[in-house]
């Protein structure tokens, strides 16, 4: 949702005839246009001097001066490369026209506004344009080895807290070696949350190599001194904010470690080994598989780890088991492959509205899945379903309904299921999902567990299509541009863009689903078709890209805000929606 370059975009759309007649009657000439604006610093509004504005056709450049205005002279007709007479820059009277032009800038030590958060808008009669960039944060510090020698570098992994569907995920970001002195450095870094973690580090002492003799290293640690990652600190950067992040890693004794490994695949397959703490699903530790002589061998500190060794041929399998090194090696274990399994969806439908039979020879699919139309016992395929991993890591494998394996195969199943916990997404291209749910657990709402061998209760769900609905306007929506055309005259700007982001969050135990609702240029929102329930409606003036309205602890910031409303499906709500602010930050 960052980015390096700072981009301006104002889009407005005008007609060929429009633009050739206001060119003709106002500057038949082909003289420059002087476009001027300044680039500031988000934070401290000051002007940011001696950086790049440039269009990203490279056409137009030029540096800001020391208070950081900019001008940029461009003709005022060049042609467009359809040849069909609209320009990219036009000026009628005193209005500044973009065809669907871009003006960016950048500087080292600065990043772009929040991606869909908007330009500055150019309205009637301006010329002056706001480039803002956001001052980058750094995170860096110092790697303290226990004893005299420590190892020539250390490999620190950054990690970033993102919503992604609501959830959050801690994404890995880049990997840095320490410097001589154990100095370690993130720069150019958006707000947010962030973690560092290092990796596993051998001791390279060279009388510890003789054969026999005791074996050490560094584990991997978390800011601050944590061995796993739930117990580790984290990190808020706030823009331009320079935090020192310094870690100690202990040094411990390492033990081998050898597991036999059983019903293995045939030989060519790989088999990935995966070693957590406490199950987490954090990168930290690792052993490797040895084709040879089916084993999984290494070394590992004292502590409590769970092993997973899965080949993802078709089809695949998973074996797990719980290893404790306690001041000895563990070299007796064993873990057994065991095929993934397969869950059997079961559709339940309620329709109420009629549909128009599928035509013969005609598939209509959504993301490869299918299900099949009861009601007209036709091949239509309408329904998705999905196995998202639940870890906060996004690691694993998810799964997806399986095609029809013929043209009287009427199943609904999800095959080569590792044992894990699961989101179940359903995405329908007919009605919604009402209910989803497996052995009396409510999948809309709680995770799938998958056991070992992948055994798990079918997953029942029942559809519906008796949609709600709701129209209204936003108030205090963003300002939308005028024109100083004389009265009666056809208008030369109109901005496309909506005008606020309106956001429908399903309270708890409420059916309903999360919708995000188009809000036209003038604030008014047109009848929207949404699942029936109980919602807080929220109105932003700027996209909340990582809203995480998955997690309702994180959404009591915003009990006190937007509009409560209960929708009935077949009935239409009409809504007067208040914009608000971001939880945590000043109304704007």
Not at 37 to 54: D, F, K, L, M, W
Not at 195 to 211: L, Y
Not at 317 to 336: D, H, Q
């Amino acid at each position: 949702m960052w980015a390096h370059f700072a981009t301006l975009i104002v889009i407005m759309f005008f007609s060929g005839r429009l633009a050739t007649q206001a060119c003709a009657q106002e500057s038949p000439s082909n003289q420059p246009v002087s476009i001027q604006g300044r680039v500031v610093n988000s934070v401290t509004h000051e002007p940011i001097g001696h950086a790049q504005v440039y269009s990203q056709d490279n056409r137009f450049a030029t540096l800001t001066d020391d208070q950081g205005h900019f001008e940029v002279r461009a003709p005022q007709q060049t042609p467009a490369g359809g040849g069909d007479g609209t320009t990219d820059f036009i000026v009628s009277g005193t209005n500044v026209i973009f065809s669907g032009s871009q003006l960016t800038a950048r500087k080292p030590g600065f990043l772009s506004e929040r991606m869909g958060e908007g330009p500055n808008r150019v309205g009637s009669g301006a010329t002056e344009l706001t480039i803002s960039l956001v001052p980058e944060a750094i995170l860096m510090g110092r790697i303290v080895l226990e004893g005299p020698d420590s190892p020539d570098e250390v490999q620190v992994q950054l990690f970033h807290r993102e919503i992604r569907d609501g959830l959050a995920r801690w994404t890995p970001q880049n990997i840095v070696n320490t410097n001589s002195k154990g100095e370690y450095r993130f720069a150019e870094l958006c707000p947010g949350d962030y973690q560092v973690g290092t990796h596993e580090v051998p001791d390279r002492d060279p009388e510890d190599f003789v054969p026999g003799a005791k074996v050490y290293g560094y584990p991997p640690v978390y800011f601050p001194a944590a061995s796993d990652f739930p117990s580790s600190t984290i990190i808020h950067l706030a823009p331009g904010k320079v935090f020192q992040g310094d870690v100690a890693l202990a040094r411990r004794q390492y033990y081998p470690i050898k597991i036999s490994v059983a019903n293995v695949p045939p030989e060519g397959a790989p088999i990935n080994v995966n070693v957590t703490v406490r199950g987490d699903g954090a990168p930290g530790y690792s052993l490797g598989y040895i084709p040879g002589d089916h084993t999984i061998q290494g070394m590992l500190p004292n502590g409590i780890y769970v092993i997973e060794a899965s080949n993802y041929s078709q089809p695949g399998a998973t074996g797990i088991m719980n290893l404790r090194v306690e001041n000895a090696p563990a070299e007796n274990g064993s873990l057994t492959l065991l095929p993934n399994g397969s869950i059997d969806v079961q559709v339940k439908e309620e329709f109420t509205l009629t549909q128009p039979p599928a035509q013969e020879g005609v598939d209509f699919s959504i993301n490869g899945g299918g299900a099949r139309d009861r009601m007209n016992r036709q091949s239509q395929r309408y329904l998705n379903v999905m196995l998202e991993p639940f870890s906060d890591f996004g690691q694993g494998r998810g799964a997806n309904l399986r095609p029809p394996v013929g043209p009287n195969d009427k199943s609904l199943v999800i095959d080569n299921v590792a044992p894990g916990r699961y989101w179940v997404r359903v995405n329908s291209s007919r009605g919604y999902a009402a209910s989803v749910s497996s052995g009396g657990v409510d999948l809309l709402r709680e995770p799938l567990v998958v056991g070992h061998g992948g055994s798990a209760a079918p997953i029942e769900i029942t559809m519906r299509d008796d949609m709600a609905s709701f129209d209204g306007t936003v108030e205090g929506a963003n300002p939308q541009l005028a024109s100083s055309d004389p009265p009666g005259a056809a208008p030369t700007l109109q901005y496309s863009g909506p005008s606020a982001y309106v956001y429908c969050i399903p309270q708890p135990d409420s059916p309903g689903q999360f919708t995000q609702v188009w809000v036209s240029p003038d604030g008014k929102i047109n009848s929207q078709q949404i699942v029936p329930g109980v919602y807080r409606i929220l109105a932003f003036k700027h996209p909340q890209n990582d809203l995480e309205f998955r997690n309702a602890e994180a959404m009591r910031a915003y009990e006190s805000k937007g509009h409560l409303v209960r929708l009935v499906g077949g009935q239409t709500e009409h809504l007067q929606i208040q914009v608000v602010s971001r939880a945590g930050e000043d109304a704007e």
